[in-house]
């Protein structure tokens, strides 16, 4: 179990009703979010259009510098839609989620996580999306070194296979989803 702490600036404000409490000096102040909600509204409801067309969360597997310019790219074209007055489409909700996926991209290449793909990984990935018919289709695979198996995430995996199915890789690995 962790051991939590109190963090104290060591001043204090008192209130009417004798109540004290530590100073908010150097907090964020997350009341300030309340006349931002209806925007925060409307950018979880971009990010809700995303998942339905592109698979939940599907932004997160970004992880080049092409992909990092396309962010920038969307989010200033969209900045320059809002700032024009255009309301075709929520131009502001675009420029926040392009900005923010922009910044999880350089976090990403900041400092890779992640080992690059094996050839076998890319050309399973290439053989999944070409099943499903959809080559924007996100797919995962994790290595799991125990038994050379490999497990493949695929937000449309479930519409296309039954769990009890098996890809046996020519290398001879025993693939599931």
């Not at 931002?36 to 080049?64: C, F, H, I, Q």
């Not at 510098?65 to 320059?80: G, I, P, V």
């Not at 900005?99 to 050839?119: F, G, H, I, R």
């Given at each position: 179990?962790?051991?939590?702490?109190?963090?104290?600036?060591?001043?204090?404000?008192?209130?009417p009703?004798?109540?004290?409490r530590?100073?908010?000096?150097?907090?964020?102040?997350?009341?300030l979010?309340?006349?931002?909600?209806?925007?925060?509204?409307?950018?979880?409801?971009?990010?809700?259009?995303?998942?339905?067309?592109?698979g939940?969360?599907?932004w997160?597997?970004?992880n080049?510098?092409?992909?990092?310019d396309?962010?920038k790219?969307?989010?200033?074209?969209?900045?320059?839609?809002?700032?024009?007055?255009?309301?075709?489409?929520?131009?502001?909700?675009?420029?926040?989620?392009?900005?923010?996926?922009?910044e999880?991209?350089?976090?990403?290449?900041?400092?890779?996580?992640?080992?690059?793909?094996?050839?076998?990984e890319?050309?399973?990935?290439?053989?999944?999306?070409?099943d499903?018919?959809?080559?924007?289709?996100?797919?995962?695979?994790?290595?799991?070194?125990?038994g050379g198996?490999c497990?493949?995430?695929?937000?449309?995996?479930?519409?296309?296979?039954?769990?009890?199915?098996?890809?046996?890789?020519?290398?001879?690995?025993?693939?599931?989803?």
């Amino acid at each position: 179990m962790t051991d939590f702490v109190t963090k104290d600036s060591g001043e204090r404000v008192d209130y009417p009703s004798g109540m004290r409490r530590d100073t908010q000096a150097g907090k964020p102040r997350y009341s300030l979010l309340k006349p931002v909600l209806p925007m925060l509204k409307r950018y979880v409801e971009l990010l809700t259009r995303g998942a339905e067309k592109y698979g939940d969360s599907n932004w997160t597997l970004a992880n080049s510098q092409e992909e990092l310019d396309r962010f920038k790219d969307s989010a200033f074209r969209h900045f320059m839609q809002w700032f024009n007055g255009e309301t075709d489409e929520d131009h502001a909700s675009a420029t926040t989620f392009n900005m923010w996926a922009a910044e999880t991209v350089e976090a990403k290449l900041a400092e890779p996580d992640e080992e690059p793909l094996a050839d076998w990984e890319i050309e399973l990935r290439a053989e999944l999306r070409a099943d499903l018919g959809d080559e924007t289709k996100p797919v995962t695979v994790h290595n799991h070194v125990e038994g050379g198996r490999c497990s493949v995430t695929c937000p449309a995996a479930a519409e296309a296979w039954s769990t009890a199915y098996r890809h046996e890789y020519p290398k001879g690995e025993v693939l599931g989803w």
